[in-house]
Structures are given as structure tokens and as C-alpha cells.
């Protein structure tokens, strides 16, 4: 670096420490830890020529690596992986940026301490207008296991379908392929030394991978949104022993190769996004929504429940629990059956013979087995016998993964398959929640390739219900988000990728409670599609940062739009859009009072009306929902 170059701020040259927060590693296995906002504030924007990218001090962490506003990386960092692959937090402190025109350089010290592993390490970030180096030189401070320490690179979903080159380790002979459409159940490339991708006609982002050897999973198996290379690959032993003094050093390094074809005009971000109406496209019906159980419903709660007209309860019933549960309200159950070790028949006919007792009204039957991470065929034959006149289902109680590497073998395999998901698997800060949406309808368009028959994804939470990994399944603490305006627009987020998604039936959350949806804001999501028949999806210019979904019933049409970022934003409609008025009501900061005191009423009442001309465009608050609603002259009807 030279002497002329500047800090960029004086707030990140200052020695300080950047604490996670407390909960932290509450979840094992999540990489990029923190806690909502806190894990996001204080982002240092750097730009270096047509090179831009974002680093968060909190986290130590590379985001958003673009070029001319086309994204190469969707992140970058460095990650502790105890024995059991929980993330060991960093402290990062003694952060320095500084930056010019044509370089920049970051360097900070990161301290991971838990337990009785203690890895103290360095960073540095360094670059040019295309190039960008990421260095960790680390010493261990203690004797402990691992099972990672070192890198790992996010690739953006626009990277996929693109060319791509792999160097292998020997770095002999380089393989050329695409990164795939369907989710890959394995590893697509493995046993790299670097690895290059068309990110742009004619331009290259070519990563070389420095202190050990990389491989690279499609993070959609987890509904990330990304793909995911790391360090270390899955094959070798482990956990691995690292020595106090042992040193562990490595570097990634980005360099843009070729020469742009078209030459593009320098990027400048539109001042608006903007919705058309021209690529809405057919109609189509709207898929059995529910929710999860929660014991200890009051009247007036039941009164909100049954206003959000669920197609079913899910209730998780094992041999132990069936008798003291309680149906709610005569709604139709989802019935998701655990079965343990050691005398599963035994189990599922005191299940059925308890459920028949209660006169349940069954949607359909899961079956599951703690065992297994997907079902296997003759827990569903066995269960056939004792659970009769409703569909009987099988697949995972766990994620998508572990349905897409355990496939059924035929359609014969059961009535329907099932899956969960949430966002929280590898990172839960704001911003990876939000960039986690759209990987959910892959996952179910790439259950649709191997599987024809029913499908529910059941269900969908916003933390993980436990650790499948632990050997004692404990409970997760609520996530505090479920209760905010964030929580509602993740959900209605949700809705559009699983509306758009063919999914047959989806189960969200509970129904009230820290982890439900009556009495908080998500309350809302749930009400704006209550009594829809049909959808469709717009045209999106940034479907990134707004979800838009249009839905209608009878004679009333609903055009919904959600401000996915912290940050305000301006929506534009196209003119079509704009044929007669519209009734507008918006959720957000400033109306959130009123939806929390009436909730039953919120969206039958109206801020104003859109007229057309100047008057096109809404302005929406960070993770505000819109809804405009208008009449029709007559029903919609399913078009195929």
C-alpha cells in the first residue's frame, strides 16, 4: 500500500472490538453467526474502479462482490468448525480500512474461543480494480479437534447455467461445466485448487484457492442462496487434531480475466423497481395452507385462527404425547408420527388406536423415524396397516438434503413425501434470511423431477427446530424476528416462492405463541391470502429486494408487494396495472399499532387510492407490505 492512502473512516481505524451477540452459537452448525441487526451493523461500502463490495466488521465477512453492478461472490470468510460442526464465534477487533481509486486494504484480528478451543488468526483483504485477495494466517492456542478451519466462498445464483471451469489440486488437467439447474443431492465439483466462472459475456472471475483443497455443495439443499466452496473436503478423516503452536494459513484470490462482450455502460441502480403486469401469465389455485400446533389457544385467539381459514393443524404425535394433545377447533390434523427404535408397530397401532378415540378429522399422516433422516419403505407399509382411509406419507422430517440423497425408489413408496425447511442452517443475520426466500421453490421444483405424486413441505420455520445433528434433540429458543415487521415480510416472502412453487400443501409456523403467527405481525402475511383462489406472479425488475404477488377471489383482485431490505424503497407500476382504481393499505413502522390492536379488520380498510398518471409509484418503509385491492367485473377463472 502506499503512504498517500487514507482511512476511509474514522469510525473503522480506531482500535475497537466488534462483539457478537450473546445467543450467538445458539444454533450449531450456523457459519456466519450473529443476531439480527447486530450481526449487520456499521458495513464499510468499499469501490475500487467498476469493483464493489461490502465487509462487515461484526463478522469479519466479504458480501456482495460485484463488478459494473453484476454480482461475482455472494460472500466471503473464514470459519472454525468444532468436532461436532458447531461454528466457534470470532471476536473481531483492531479492524483498518483504507482505500483509494486503484487499491484497497483491510486488515483486522479475529479470536475464536469456546470451550477448549482457542484459534487466534489474521486478516487481510487487499485488491486492485480486478483483483481481490483474502489471506487468514492463523495459531492454534491450545490442543484441540476440528473438523474445518479456513475458507469458504458464496457463488450467487446467477451463476447458474453459466460456463465454469474447475482447476483440479494436481491443477494437471481443468474440467469445464455449469453449475446446475436441479439441486445437486452431492457435491457437483470436488478436488479443487481453483475455480472459474462466466459471470459476464466474454469476462471471467477466476478464484484461486491457497492451503489446502476445496470442494464445492449446492447450499439449496438448505434453501441458501448460494453455492457454497470450502475447505477441506468431506472424504478425509475427521475430526482432526490441531496442536497448540500448529499454524494454519490460507488465501483466496479473485483476478477478472477477458474482455467484456458487449462493453456495458458504467451501472447505475435504477430509482425505482418496477412491477408489470405484462408477465403475470395464467392463474392458478393456491395450494392447502396450515399451521404447526401450539398447546393453550385462548378464545380470542381462536377467533383469529379460524378468521386465516387453515386447511389443517400439524400435529407431531409420537406413542408418548398422543394422549394428551388436543385437537383445535374440529380443524383437519397433519398428522406428523415419530417413531423410535424398538417396537414401531407397536407404536403406530397405539397412535392409531388414540387418534380414533379422539375422532380426529386426519388431512393426512406422516411417518417418520429418529433413526433415519428419511423414511424408510416398510415403516410406510407397516403404518398402512394401522392407518387407514388417509394418505399415509413418508420423506424427512429434517431438510430438503436429506430428501433429495434419499430419493424414493418408485411412486409405489407412499401416498406423498414431505420436507421442512428453514433459513437459519448455515447463517441468520437480516440480509442472509432474505436472500434464503428464493431457493424454496427450487427445492420443489427439484422434487418435481423424482417425484410426481403429493407433495407438502412441512414445516416452515424461521430457526431450526432442533439440531439434527445433536445426539439429544433439544428445542431452539424462538427467534425474537418472529413478532416484527421483519418476521412479516419474511413470511409473506415465503408465500410467493411456495405459491409459485406447485407445492401441494405447505405448513408454516405455529399458530400462536413466540414461534406463531396469531398475535404479532406475521399475522398479517397469512390474512392478505386468506380467501384467495387463484395467483400469479408479476414481472419483477429486482425480485431481490421485492417480492410482488397477485392474487383474487370472486370478483376482487389483490396485487401484494414487500420491501424485502432494511432500506426504503420505490415501486413503480406499469401502466397496464392501472386500468381502475385500486384500495390501497399498507403495513409498515407507521400503520403497526393499528394492525396489532384490530388485526381482524386491518386490510378491509384503506389508506388511499392509486388514480394513475403521477401517481404510480409507492413508496415503501423497510419491510413495509402493500396491498391494493380492487373490484373486477367478473370472476377469475384457472386458465391452462
Known sequence: MTERMKPISTSFTRRDTFRLAGAAAAIAGSELQGQGPAASEHPVEIRCGELTFTFVPQLGFVRHVRWNGVEILNGMYAAVRDSVWGTVPARISNVIVQTEAEEFKIVFEANCQQGDIDFQWNGSITGAPQQLTFTMDGVAKTTFQKNRIGFCILHPLSAVGKACKIIPADKRREITGVLPEAISPHQPYVNMSGFHHEFYPGFWAELEFVGDVFEMEDHRNWTDGNFKTYCTPLDKPRPVTVKAGEKIGQAVVLRLRGKPNPLPQRYKRPTAIVVSKDEIGMMQPVPSLGFGYAPGVTPEQLVQLQALRPAHIRMDLRASNVEGLQAVAGIPIEAAVSLVDGGEEEQLAAIAKAVAAKGWKIARWLVFHDGTQATNGKWIEIARKHLKGTPVGGGTDQYFTELNRNRPASAAYADLVAYSFNPQVHAFDDESLMENL???????????????????????????????????????????????????????????????????????????????????????????????????????????????????????????????????????????????????????????????????????EFDWRVLGGSRRELPLLPYATAVLTRDVAAPIVVTR
Open 438 to 604: 428464493m431457493p424454496q421453490r427450487d427445492t420443489v421444483r427439484t422434487a418435481r423431477s423424482f417425484w410426481r405424486k403429493p407433495l407438502a413441505v412441512t414445516p416452515v420455520t424461521l430457526r431450526p427446530r432442533y439440531n439434527p445433528q445433536a445426539k439429544v434433540r433439544t428445542a431452539a429458543v424462538p427467534d425474537p424476528r418472529q413478532a416484527t415487521l421483519f418476521g412479516a415480510a419474511w413470511a409473506m416472502g415465503s408465500l410467493t416462492q411456495m405459491l409459485a412453487s406447485g407445492a401441494n400443501s405447505v405448513t408454516y409456523f405455529e399458530t400462536h405463541g413466540p414461534a406463531g403467527v396469531v398475535g404479532n405481525p406475521m399475522y398479517q402475511a397469512f390474512a392478505v391470502v386468506t380467501g384467495s383462489k387463484l395467483w400469479s406472479a408479476p414481472r419483477v425488475s429486482e425480485p431481490e429486494s421485492l417480492a410482488v404477488l397477485n392474487l383474487s377471489a370472486d370478483r376482487q383482485e389483490r396485487l401484494v408487494m414487500v420491501n424485502l431490505t432494511a432500506a426504503l424503497q420505490r415501486v413503480r407500476l406499469d401502466r397496464a396495472f392501472l386500468g381502475s382504481e385500486w384500495r390501497v393499505r399498507v403495513l409498515d413502522e407507521e400503520s403497526l399499532v393499528t394492525a396489532t390492536s384490530n388485526p381482524l379488520a386491518f386490510w378491509k
